[in-house]
């Protein structure tokens, strides 16, 4: 049986910079530091930071941090969370993602300039969070092309993504937006420093991997899927990964693996979410190649 870690997988840079800030700042303290929410939506990538003494923290568990060091991870913060860390007397170490900066700033200059700020997101997710806060909590958050009701129409209006959603529905809500509202602009970023370039905010890596995704997923007879449960892109690419080969499975480590997945399999891929460990896919491979024989294929 041959197992294959897909080479497209993995740590978006955005998260290699957030994990490597963290790692410099425990190793040049030598002491705890916390972290404001999952530095990322990996359970076993936690714990093994939790190892080196990052501590997660929630916002309403900031005190706890009084006069302390807390990491804002990459999915950013509103500015509420810097005041109060302020306030505090925190130390804030910012590994926001530089393309949620971005977005965070365009976003603010817009709603300053009296425009209705919609963004194509999850409400509750911790990106979203902080871009909403650049309008004083009076952004428009959409997930579908349904709740379009809840913008106001007869406003000048500017939408923005959150940087994991998915291309086509993003589209779909312009295209629906632009015929319905008489001033509309979309929020894109061209930035040289940060080497980002789109007509919308929603990041090229994350939907850059559709394609690729799609070739290895077909390429093997079963895929393995390695993906923290509460990760937004995890279910993303799960879904598009499973909509191309539905011997697709979903498991957040080793012990979820299940010996009827591979009997009589020949071929076998390994792949995960922007949030997954290369670490972690590459410990999957092995398991599956010391554990699971191959069972011989029917005749």
Request: with cysteine; glycine share 8%.
């Amino acid at each position: 049986m041959k197992v294959t870690v897909d080479r497209h997988s993995g740590f978006c840079w955005g998260v290699v910079r957030t994990i490597e800030i963290a790692e410099q700042e425990l190793a040049g303290k030598g002491r705890a530091m916390y972290s404001l929410g999952e530095i990322i939506h990996n359970p076993m990538e936690i714990k093994r930071l939790e190892e080196e003494g990052l501590k997660t923290i929630t916002l309403s568990d900031m005190e706890k941090a009084k006069g302390q060091t807390v990491l804002i991870r990459a999915h950013g913060e509103p500015p509420s969370t810097y005041k109060k860390a302020e306030e505090l007397g925190i130390t804030i170490i910012d590994a926001t993602c530089p393309v949620v900066t971005k977005v965070q700033e365009r976003i603010r200059r817009f709603y300053l300039d009296g425009y209705q700020v919609v963004v194509y997101g999850k409400k509750e997710h911790a990106e979203v969070i902080g871009l909403v806060g650049q309008t004083n909590g009076e952004g428009v958050v959409i997930k579908s092309l349904e709740e379009i009701d809840k913008v106001d129409l007869s406003r000048k209006t500017v939408l923005f993504s959150q940087t994991t959603m998915d291309k086509p529905t993003f589209y779909k809500i312009k295209q629906e937006l632009e015929r319905r509202v008489a001033e509309l602009v979309v929020g894109s970023i061209e930035d040289e420093a940060i080497g980002f370039h789109a007509k919308d905010t929603i990041c090229g890596q994350v939907s850059g991997r559709d394609k690729k995704l799609r070739e290895f997923a077909k390429a093997n007879d079963v895929v393995i899927f390695v993906a923290g449960r509460h990760s937004s892109n995890g279910k993303v690419l799960f879904e598009i990964t499973r909509s191309e080969n539905p011997r697709t499975y979903f498991i957040e480590d080793t012990p979820e693996l299940n010996a009827d997945w591979f009997d009589g399999i020949e071929t076998v891929g390994v792949t995960g979410a922007t949030s997954t460990p290369q670490w972690l896919m590459e410990s999957v491979k092995k398991v599956i190649e010391e554990k699971f024989e191959q069972q011989p294929a029917a005749a």
